[in-house]
Protein backbone atom coordinates (compact mmCIF):
# COMPACT_ATOMS: atom_id res chain seq x y z
CA UNK A 1 0.00 0.00 0.00
CA UNK A 2 1.68 3.44 -1.30
CA UNK A 3 2.76 5.68 2.10
CA UNK A 4 1.78 9.27 2.98
CA UNK A 5 5.25 11.48 3.83
CA UNK A 6 3.14 13.24 6.20
CA UNK A 7 0.97 10.51 8.12
CA UNK A 8 4.45 8.27 8.74
CA UNK A 9 5.94 11.37 10.18
CA UNK A 10 2.92 12.29 12.28
CA UNK A 11 2.97 8.82 13.79
CA UNK A 12 6.59 8.65 14.89
CA UNK A 13 6.24 11.94 16.45
CA UNK A 14 3.20 10.73 18.51
CA UNK A 15 4.58 7.55 18.97
CA UNK A 16 7.80 8.61 20.48
CA UNK A 17 5.54 10.52 23.07
CA UNK A 18 4.77 7.47 24.30
CA UNK A 19 8.42 7.18 25.97
CA UNK A 20 10.04 3.49 25.78
CA UNK A 21 8.24 0.66 26.82
CA UNK A 22 8.48 -0.76 30.18
CA UNK A 23 10.12 -3.29 31.47
CA UNK A 24 9.09 -6.93 31.17
CA UNK A 25 7.59 -7.73 34.58
CA UNK A 26 6.57 -11.22 34.07
CA UNK A 27 8.94 -13.79 35.82
CA UNK A 28 10.98 -15.83 32.92
CA UNK A 29 9.78 -19.59 32.97
CA UNK A 30 10.64 -22.58 31.23
CA UNK A 31 7.99 -21.64 28.29
CA UNK A 32 8.50 -20.39 24.88
CA UNK A 33 6.20 -17.23 25.00
CA UNK A 34 4.02 -15.58 28.12
CA UNK A 35 1.34 -15.20 25.70
CA UNK A 36 0.17 -15.95 22.10
CA UNK A 37 -1.80 -14.08 20.09
CA UNK A 38 -3.53 -15.63 17.13
CA UNK A 39 -4.79 -13.44 14.29
CA UNK A 40 -2.60 -10.16 13.33
CA UNK A 41 -5.81 -8.33 12.11
CA UNK A 42 -6.91 -4.80 13.65
CA UNK A 43 -7.60 -6.94 16.79
CA UNK A 44 -4.77 -9.19 17.17
CA UNK A 45 -2.37 -5.31 16.93
CA UNK A 46 -3.93 -3.78 19.50
CA UNK A 47 -3.42 -6.75 21.34
CA UNK A 48 0.38 -7.11 21.10
CA UNK A 49 0.80 -3.36 21.43
CA UNK A 50 -1.08 -3.49 24.55
CA UNK A 51 0.95 -6.10 26.31
CA UNK A 52 3.92 -4.55 25.15
CA UNK A 53 2.79 -1.41 26.76
CA UNK A 54 1.58 -2.83 30.02
CA UNK A 55 5.14 -4.64 30.59
CA UNK A 56 4.48 -8.33 29.15
CA UNK A 57 7.28 -8.56 26.74
CA UNK A 58 7.22 -12.22 25.82
CA UNK A 59 4.67 -11.92 23.51
CA UNK A 60 4.21 -13.83 19.79
CA UNK A 61 1.77 -12.55 17.55
CA UNK A 62 0.97 -15.34 14.74
CA UNK A 63 -1.05 -15.65 11.55
CA UNK A 64 -1.39 -17.35 8.89
CA UNK A 65 -1.64 -15.37 6.18
CA UNK A 66 1.10 -14.20 4.00
CA UNK A 67 2.22 -10.28 4.92
CA UNK A 68 -0.44 -7.48 2.95
CA UNK A 69 -3.32 -10.42 3.25
CA UNK A 70 -4.07 -10.15 7.00
CA UNK A 71 -7.75 -9.41 7.77
CA UNK A 72 -10.68 -9.64 5.75
CA UNK A 73 -10.70 -5.60 4.66
CA UNK A 74 -9.01 -6.50 1.16
CA UNK A 75 -10.11 -10.66 0.94
CA UNK A 76 -13.63 -11.52 2.28
CA UNK A 77 -15.03 -8.06 3.04
CA UNK A 78 -16.83 -6.81 0.53
CA UNK A 79 -18.99 -3.38 1.59
CA UNK A 80 -18.19 -0.39 -0.24
CA UNK A 81 -18.06 1.48 3.54
CA UNK A 82 -17.93 0.10 7.18
CA UNK A 83 -21.14 -0.33 8.48
CA UNK A 84 -20.26 1.65 11.71
CA UNK A 85 -20.27 5.38 11.53
CA UNK A 86 -17.37 6.77 11.28
CA UNK A 87 -16.59 8.17 14.91
CA UNK A 88 -17.05 4.87 16.62
CA UNK A 89 -14.22 4.12 19.06
CA UNK A 90 -11.11 2.73 17.04
CA UNK A 91 -7.48 1.03 17.85
CA UNK A 92 -6.12 4.00 18.92
CA UNK A 93 -4.88 2.91 22.06
CA UNK A 94 -6.75 6.30 23.45
CA UNK A 95 -4.27 8.72 21.53
CA UNK A 96 -6.68 10.26 18.97
CA UNK A 97 -3.90 11.41 17.46
CA UNK A 98 -3.70 7.94 15.99
CA UNK A 99 -7.01 7.48 15.07
CA UNK A 100 -8.58 6.62 11.66
CA UNK A 101 -10.11 10.75 11.51
CA UNK A 102 -6.31 11.79 12.40
CA UNK A 103 -4.88 9.82 9.08
CA UNK A 104 -7.23 10.47 6.64
CA UNK A 105 -7.32 14.61 7.45
CA UNK A 106 -3.05 13.98 7.00
CA UNK A 107 -4.06 11.83 3.72
CA UNK A 108 -6.30 14.12 2.28
CA UNK A 109 -7.74 16.86 4.10
CA UNK A 110 -9.97 18.12 7.10
CA UNK A 111 -12.75 18.80 4.52
CA UNK A 112 -12.73 15.64 2.81
CA UNK A 113 -13.57 13.97 6.63
CA UNK A 114 -16.09 16.17 7.47
CA UNK A 115 -17.51 14.76 4.05
CA UNK A 116 -17.65 10.70 5.13
CA UNK A 117 -20.45 9.45 6.35
CA UNK A 118 -18.99 6.56 6.77
CA UNK A 119 -14.95 4.88 6.36
CA UNK A 120 -14.68 3.77 3.35
CA UNK A 121 -13.46 -0.36 3.42
CA UNK A 122 -10.28 0.17 1.62
CA UNK A 123 -9.07 3.54 3.24
CA UNK A 124 -9.77 1.16 6.42
CA UNK A 125 -7.76 -1.31 4.86
CA UNK A 126 -4.96 1.67 4.13
CA UNK A 127 -5.50 2.96 8.17
CA UNK A 128 -4.75 -0.26 9.48
CA UNK A 129 -1.46 -0.63 6.99
CA UNK A 130 -0.53 2.71 8.80
CA UNK A 131 -1.59 1.43 12.27
CA UNK A 132 1.06 -2.12 11.79
CA UNK A 133 4.09 -0.19 10.51
CA UNK A 134 4.17 1.95 13.82
CA UNK A 135 3.21 0.58 16.45
CA UNK A 136 6.07 -2.19 15.71
CA UNK A 137 4.60 -5.41 16.88
CA UNK A 138 6.47 -8.55 15.18
CA UNK A 139 3.83 -10.54 13.42
CA UNK A 140 4.91 -14.32 12.42
CA UNK A 141 2.92 -14.53 8.67
CA UNK A 142 2.25 -18.26 7.43
CA UNK A 143 1.99 -19.55 10.78
CA UNK A 144 -0.97 -21.03 11.90
CA UNK A 145 -2.46 -23.12 15.01
CA UNK A 146 -3.21 -26.66 14.46
CA UNK A 147 -3.84 -28.10 17.79
CA UNK A 148 -3.12 -27.06 21.82
CA UNK A 149 -2.76 -29.63 24.48
CA UNK A 150 -1.80 -29.10 28.45
CA UNK A 151 1.18 -29.02 30.04
CA UNK A 152 2.21 -28.81 34.01
CA UNK A 153 1.57 -24.60 34.06
CA UNK A 154 1.50 -24.05 30.34
CA UNK A 155 -0.38 -24.95 26.77
CA UNK A 156 1.60 -26.52 24.35
CA UNK A 157 1.09 -25.28 20.86
CA UNK A 158 1.09 -27.29 17.43
CA UNK A 159 1.92 -24.80 15.07
CA UNK A 160 2.41 -25.16 10.88
CA UNK A 161 5.11 -22.73 9.45
CA UNK A 162 4.47 -22.45 5.72
CA UNK A 163 7.82 -22.83 3.56
CA UNK A 164 8.92 -20.83 0.58
CA UNK A 165 8.70 -24.10 -1.55
CA UNK A 166 4.64 -24.87 -0.51
CA UNK A 167 5.45 -27.09 1.96
CA UNK A 168 4.79 -27.04 6.15
CA UNK A 169 7.13 -27.33 8.75
CA UNK A 170 5.21 -28.50 12.24
CA UNK A 171 6.47 -27.11 15.78
CA UNK A 172 5.64 -27.01 19.22
CA UNK A 173 6.13 -24.00 21.64
CA UNK A 174 4.77 -23.58 24.85
CA UNK A 175 2.88 -21.02 25.96
CA UNK A 176 1.56 -19.28 29.50
CA UNK A 177 -1.60 -18.01 27.86
CA UNK A 178 -3.21 -17.86 24.64
CA UNK A 179 -5.39 -15.58 22.60
CA UNK A 180 -7.73 -16.34 19.97
CA UNK A 181 -8.64 -13.31 17.96
CA UNK A 182 -9.10 -14.77 14.61
CA UNK A 183 -11.93 -12.40 13.88
CA UNK A 184 -15.30 -13.08 12.43
CA UNK A 185 -14.53 -17.03 12.56
CA UNK A 186 -13.99 -17.20 15.70
CA UNK A 187 -14.22 -20.72 17.51
CA UNK A 188 -16.45 -22.09 14.57
CA UNK A 189 -16.65 -20.79 10.94
CA UNK A 190 -19.08 -19.93 7.94
CA UNK A 191 -22.66 -21.67 9.00
CA UNK A 192 -23.96 -23.90 5.67
CA UNK A 193 -27.42 -24.44 6.38
CA UNK A 194 -28.73 -28.36 5.23
CA UNK A 195 -30.82 -27.14 2.39
CA UNK A 196 -27.44 -26.50 0.46
CA UNK A 197 -26.06 -30.14 1.88
CA UNK A 198 -24.95 -31.90 -0.90
CA UNK A 199 -23.90 -28.95 -3.81
CA UNK A 200 -20.20 -29.28 -4.88
CA UNK A 201 -17.96 -26.83 -4.06
CA UNK A 202 -17.67 -25.30 -7.73
CA UNK A 203 -21.54 -24.14 -7.76
CA UNK A 204 -21.25 -23.07 -3.65
CA UNK A 205 -19.25 -20.70 -1.42
CA UNK A 206 -20.21 -18.57 1.92
CA UNK A 207 -19.69 -15.29 1.86
CA UNK A 208 -16.87 -16.04 4.27
CA UNK A 209 -14.99 -17.74 1.59
CA UNK A 210 -12.95 -16.42 -1.01
CA UNK A 211 -14.96 -15.84 -4.50
CA UNK A 212 -13.67 -15.17 -7.64
CA UNK A 213 -16.82 -13.25 -8.83
CA UNK A 214 -14.80 -12.83 -12.18
CA UNK A 215 -16.15 -16.05 -13.74
CA UNK A 216 -19.72 -15.50 -12.93
CA UNK A 217 -20.03 -12.76 -15.62
CA UNK A 218 -23.28 -13.19 -17.34
CA UNK A 219 -24.27 -16.26 -15.16
CA UNK A 220 -27.23 -16.44 -13.35
CA UNK A 221 -26.55 -16.30 -9.67
CA UNK A 222 -28.65 -17.07 -6.26
CA UNK A 223 -27.91 -15.87 -2.85
CA UNK A 224 -29.52 -17.24 0.58
CA UNK A 225 -30.00 -14.60 3.02
CA UNK A 226 -30.74 -11.10 3.54
CA UNK A 227 -28.28 -9.31 5.84
CA UNK A 228 -25.58 -7.83 4.87
CA UNK A 229 -22.99 -9.73 3.56
CA UNK A 230 -25.29 -10.77 1.46
CA UNK A 231 -26.33 -8.08 -0.25
CA UNK A 232 -22.61 -7.14 -0.46
CA UNK A 233 -21.89 -10.50 -2.43
CA UNK A 234 -24.57 -9.76 -4.41
CA UNK A 235 -23.74 -5.87 -5.27
CA UNK A 236 -19.96 -7.34 -6.01
CA UNK A 237 -21.40 -9.90 -8.18
CA UNK A 238 -23.30 -7.26 -10.03
CA UNK A 239 -20.73 -5.12 -10.31
CA UNK A 240 -18.34 -8.20 -11.27
CA UNK A 241 -21.40 -8.25 -14.64
CA UNK A 242 -23.39 -11.12 -13.36
CA UNK A 243 -26.47 -11.60 -15.73
CA UNK A 244 -29.11 -11.73 -12.99
CA UNK A 245 -28.81 -12.04 -9.28
CA UNK A 246 -31.71 -13.37 -7.44
CA UNK A 247 -31.46 -12.81 -2.93
CA UNK A 248 -33.78 -14.93 -1.33
CA UNK A 249 -35.37 -14.18 2.69
CA UNK A 250 -37.78 -16.20 4.75
CA UNK A 251 -39.00 -12.58 5.99
CA UNK A 252 -42.18 -11.03 4.48
CA UNK A 253 -40.22 -7.68 4.22
CA UNK A 254 -36.69 -6.39 4.50
CA UNK A 255 -34.80 -5.48 7.72
CA UNK A 256 -33.37 -2.62 6.26
CA UNK A 257 -30.93 0.16 8.97
CA UNK A 258 -32.06 3.72 8.04
CA UNK A 259 -29.58 6.38 6.18
CA UNK A 260 -27.67 6.92 10.02
CA UNK A 261 -26.54 3.46 10.54
CA UNK A 262 -27.46 1.55 13.54
CA UNK A 263 -27.66 3.59 16.68
CA UNK A 264 -24.85 4.57 19.05
CA UNK A 265 -24.56 1.59 21.46
CA UNK A 266 -25.57 2.59 25.22
CA UNK A 267 -21.87 2.86 26.84
CA UNK A 268 -23.64 1.39 30.07
CA UNK A 269 -25.13 -1.20 28.25
CA UNK A 270 -22.55 -2.23 26.91
CA UNK A 271 -19.74 -2.15 29.30
CA UNK A 272 -21.90 -4.16 31.66
CA UNK A 273 -23.90 -6.65 29.34
CA UNK A 274 -21.34 -9.47 30.86
CA UNK A 275 -22.38 -8.74 34.55
CA UNK A 276 -25.68 -9.73 33.84
CA UNK A 277 -27.30 -12.97 34.76
CA UNK A 278 -26.95 -15.56 32.07
CA UNK A 279 -30.84 -15.82 31.62
CA UNK A 280 -31.31 -11.70 30.54
CA UNK A 281 -28.11 -12.46 28.07
CA UNK A 282 -29.81 -15.29 26.81
CA UNK A 283 -33.17 -14.03 25.89
CA UNK A 284 -31.67 -10.34 24.68
CA UNK A 285 -29.69 -12.77 21.78
CA UNK A 286 -32.36 -15.22 20.83
CA UNK A 287 -34.82 -12.76 20.84
CA UNK A 288 -32.48 -10.72 18.38
CA UNK A 289 -31.51 -14.25 16.30
CA UNK A 290 -35.01 -14.42 15.82
CA UNK A 291 -36.05 -10.41 14.51
CA UNK A 292 -32.56 -11.65 11.95
CA UNK A 293 -29.99 -9.39 11.11
CA UNK A 294 -30.33 -6.04 9.83
CA UNK A 295 -28.80 -4.73 6.50
CA UNK A 296 -27.70 -1.15 5.71
CA UNK A 297 -29.75 0.90 3.35
CA UNK A 298 -26.35 1.76 1.20
CA UNK A 299 -26.02 -1.88 0.58
CA UNK A 300 -29.73 -2.45 -0.78
CA UNK A 301 -29.54 0.50 -2.65
CA UNK A 302 -26.22 -0.82 -4.62
CA UNK A 303 -27.86 -3.86 -5.76
CA UNK A 304 -31.09 -2.54 -6.56
CA UNK A 305 -29.86 -0.23 -9.09
CA UNK A 306 -29.10 -2.92 -11.47
CA UNK A 307 -31.86 -4.04 -13.58
CA UNK A 308 -30.83 -8.02 -13.29
CA UNK A 309 -31.28 -7.95 -9.80
CA UNK A 310 -34.41 -9.43 -7.72
CA UNK A 311 -35.42 -9.88 -3.98
CA UNK A 312 -37.32 -12.71 -3.04
CA UNK A 313 -39.20 -12.76 -0.03
CA UNK A 314 -41.20 -15.10 1.88
CA UNK A 315 -39.41 -17.73 -0.06
CA UNK A 316 -36.89 -19.91 2.08
CA UNK A 317 -35.25 -22.81 1.05
CA UNK A 318 -36.50 -26.41 1.00
CA UNK A 319 -33.77 -28.24 -1.26
CA UNK A 320 -31.22 -27.68 -3.54
CA UNK A 321 -29.77 -29.82 -6.10
CA UNK A 322 -27.22 -30.19 -8.73
CA UNK A 323 -27.88 -31.25 -12.15
CA UNK A 324 -24.74 -30.49 -14.10
CA UNK A 325 -23.41 -26.95 -13.96
CA UNK A 326 -26.98 -26.11 -12.88
CA UNK A 327 -28.32 -25.42 -9.11
CA UNK A 328 -32.22 -26.41 -8.90
CA UNK A 329 -33.47 -24.64 -5.72
CA UNK A 330 -37.18 -25.56 -4.41
CA UNK A 331 -38.23 -22.40 -2.26
CA UNK A 332 -41.46 -21.59 -0.88
CA UNK A 333 -41.82 -19.08 -4.16
CA UNK A 334 -41.42 -22.25 -6.79
CA UNK A 335 -38.59 -23.72 -8.41
CA UNK A 336 -35.94 -22.02 -10.31
CA UNK A 337 -32.48 -22.77 -11.64
CA UNK A 338 -28.89 -21.04 -11.33
CA UNK A 339 -25.41 -20.85 -12.02
CA UNK A 340 -23.93 -20.31 -9.19
CA UNK A 341 -25.21 -20.14 -5.25
CA UNK A 342 -23.82 -18.08 -2.64
CA UNK A 343 -24.75 -18.69 1.17
CA UNK A 344 -25.19 -15.36 2.80
CA UNK A 345 -26.17 -17.32 6.58
CA UNK A 346 -23.94 -16.33 8.95
CA UNK A 347 -21.61 -18.22 11.12
CA UNK A 348 -21.58 -20.62 13.58
CA UNK A 349 -19.17 -21.31 16.88
CA UNK A 350 -19.31 -24.39 17.91
CA UNK A 351 -15.56 -25.27 19.20
CA UNK A 352 -16.21 -28.98 17.92
CA UNK A 353 -15.83 -27.86 14.03
CA UNK A 354 -12.52 -25.86 14.49
CA UNK A 355 -9.56 -27.68 13.56
CA UNK A 356 -7.63 -26.75 16.53
CA UNK A 357 -9.94 -26.41 19.06
CA UNK A 358 -11.37 -30.18 18.26
CA UNK A 359 -8.76 -32.12 20.75
CA UNK A 360 -10.00 -30.15 23.66
CA UNK A 361 -13.81 -29.29 22.72
CA UNK A 362 -15.25 -31.76 25.14
CA UNK A 363 -13.40 -30.05 27.79
CA UNK A 364 -14.79 -26.22 27.24
CA UNK A 365 -17.83 -25.23 28.76
CA UNK A 366 -20.73 -24.10 26.23
CA UNK A 367 -23.66 -21.75 26.85
CA UNK A 368 -25.82 -24.79 26.52
CA UNK A 369 -23.94 -26.40 29.35
CA UNK A 370 -24.30 -23.59 32.08
CA UNK A 371 -28.20 -21.93 30.65
CA UNK A 372 -31.47 -24.22 30.04
CA UNK A 373 -33.50 -21.26 28.77
CA UNK A 374 -37.42 -22.02 28.35
CA UNK A 375 -38.63 -23.81 25.53
CA UNK A 376 -39.46 -20.41 23.61
CA UNK A 377 -36.05 -19.40 23.67
CA UNK A 378 -34.09 -22.40 22.78
CA UNK A 379 -31.73 -21.81 20.49
CA UNK A 380 -29.23 -24.54 19.15
CA UNK A 381 -26.19 -22.11 17.84
CA UNK A 382 -26.51 -20.30 20.84
CA UNK A 383 -26.51 -22.94 23.31
CA UNK A 384 -23.26 -24.30 20.92
CA UNK A 385 -21.28 -21.15 22.03
CA UNK A 386 -18.36 -21.09 24.15
CA UNK A 387 -19.67 -19.39 27.71
CA UNK A 388 -16.66 -17.25 28.74
CA UNK A 389 -15.45 -15.39 31.91
CA UNK A 390 -15.34 -11.86 32.63
CA UNK A 391 -11.59 -11.73 31.26
CA UNK A 392 -12.68 -13.48 27.79
CA UNK A 393 -10.97 -16.69 29.16
CA UNK A 394 -12.79 -20.48 28.45
CA UNK A 395 -13.99 -22.32 31.60
CA UNK A 396 -14.03 -25.77 31.90
CA UNK A 397 -16.92 -27.71 31.39
CA UNK A 398 -16.51 -30.13 34.88
CA UNK A 399 -14.99 -28.54 37.33
CA UNK A 400 -11.74 -29.62 38.34
CA UNK A 401 -11.12 -31.58 35.15
CA UNK A 402 -9.26 -29.19 32.77
CA UNK A 403 -8.56 -25.89 34.69
CA UNK A 404 -6.00 -25.71 32.35
CA UNK A 405 -9.17 -24.15 29.28
CA UNK A 406 -9.06 -21.02 31.18
CA UNK A 407 -5.97 -19.95 30.04
CA UNK A 408 -6.94 -20.05 26.53
CA UNK A 409 -8.89 -16.66 25.69
CA UNK A 410 -11.21 -15.96 23.17
CA UNK A 411 -10.95 -12.24 21.62
CA UNK A 412 -13.39 -13.00 18.63
CA UNK A 413 -17.00 -13.16 17.69
CA UNK A 414 -17.87 -15.98 19.64
CA UNK A 415 -17.40 -14.00 22.50
CA UNK A 416 -20.51 -12.29 21.45
CA UNK A 417 -23.00 -14.04 24.20
CA UNK A 418 -20.50 -13.67 26.48
CA UNK A 419 -20.24 -9.49 26.02
CA UNK A 420 -23.20 -8.82 23.88
CA UNK A 421 -21.67 -8.04 20.55
CA UNK A 422 -18.69 -9.13 18.55
CA UNK A 423 -15.30 -8.62 20.02
CA UNK A 424 -12.75 -7.66 17.29
CA UNK A 425 -14.98 -5.64 15.73
CA UNK A 426 -13.89 -1.81 15.18
CA UNK A 427 -15.92 -0.49 17.90
CA UNK A 428 -15.19 -3.11 20.44
CA UNK A 429 -11.16 -2.23 20.70
CA UNK A 430 -11.39 0.60 22.55
CA UNK A 431 -12.91 -0.26 25.45
CA UNK A 432 -12.44 -4.50 25.22
CA UNK A 433 -8.33 -4.26 24.80
CA UNK A 434 -7.87 -3.32 27.73
CA UNK A 435 -10.23 -5.57 29.54
CA UNK A 436 -8.23 -8.52 28.00
CA UNK A 437 -4.84 -7.01 29.01
CA UNK A 438 -6.08 -6.47 32.62
CA UNK A 439 -7.14 -10.41 32.75
CA UNK A 440 -3.81 -11.52 31.16
CA UNK A 441 -1.82 -9.80 33.64
CA UNK A 442 -3.72 -10.26 36.63
CA UNK A 443 -3.60 -13.82 36.01
CA UNK A 444 0.45 -13.85 35.10
CA UNK A 445 1.06 -11.47 37.97
CA UNK A 446 -0.79 -13.94 40.59
CA UNK A 447 0.56 -16.92 39.38
CA UNK A 448 3.95 -16.01 39.11
CA UNK A 449 3.42 -15.50 43.09
CA UNK A 450 2.96 -19.31 43.90
CA UNK A 451 6.56 -19.95 42.69
CA UNK A 452 9.48 -19.05 44.39
CA UNK A 453 11.99 -17.32 42.67
CA UNK A 454 14.37 -19.20 40.82
CA UNK A 455 18.01 -18.26 42.67
CA UNK A 456 19.67 -17.32 39.13
CA UNK A 457 17.05 -14.51 39.20
CA UNK A 458 17.55 -13.08 42.65
CA UNK A 459 19.90 -10.45 42.29
CA UNK A 460 22.03 -9.35 45.18
CA UNK A 461 21.21 -5.31 46.44
CA UNK A 462 22.72 -2.97 44.80
CA UNK A 463 24.61 -0.50 47.15
CA UNK A 464 24.53 3.14 46.35
CA UNK A 465 26.34 4.36 49.89
CA UNK A 466 29.73 5.81 48.37
CA UNK A 467 27.05 8.53 47.29
CA UNK A 468 26.16 9.81 50.56
CA UNK A 469 28.99 8.26 53.23
CA UNK A 470 30.70 11.40 53.20
CA UNK A 471 27.80 13.26 54.92
CA UNK A 472 26.67 10.42 57.36
CA UNK A 473 26.51 12.13 60.71
CA UNK A 474 28.76 10.69 64.06
CA UNK A 475 28.53 12.15 66.95
CA UNK A 476 31.13 13.63 68.96
CA UNK A 477 32.17 12.13 71.74
CA UNK A 478 33.01 14.02 75.47
CA UNK A 479 36.67 13.69 76.75
CA UNK A 480 35.70 11.07 79.13
CA UNK A 481 33.70 8.94 77.01
CA UNK A 482 36.83 8.53 74.48
Do not use: C
Not at 146 to 163: K, Q, R
Not at 210 to 236: E, N, Y
Not at 302 to 316: I, K, S, T
Amino acid sequence: MERNTAADAHAARVLRHFGPDPANWVRSSETDHDVVVVGAGQAGLGIGFALRRAGIGRVSVIDAAAPGQTGVWTTTARMTNLRTPKNWPEPEFGYPELSFQAWYELVEDEAAYQRLTRVPRLDWARYLDWIERHVGVPVRHRTRLVDIGPGAHHLELTLAVSNSDGSETTVVETARKLVLANGIEGTGGPYLPPEVDGLPPHLLAHTGHHIDFTPLAGKSIAVLGAAASAFDAAGTALEAGAGEVHLFTRRPELLIQGEGGPPFANGGGRDNYHRRDDAARWRQKALAARQGRSVPLESVTRAVAFPGFRVHLDAPWLSTQAEGDRVIVEAADGTHSFDFVIAGTGYQYDPHTRAELRTIADDIALWGDRHQPADDLADDALATTPYLADGFQLVERQPGRAPWVERIHIFSAAAHLSFGYPIGDAQSLAHSIPRLIDALGRDLFFEDQQFPVAATQVKAPVSFRHHYEHAIWTPVLAPSES
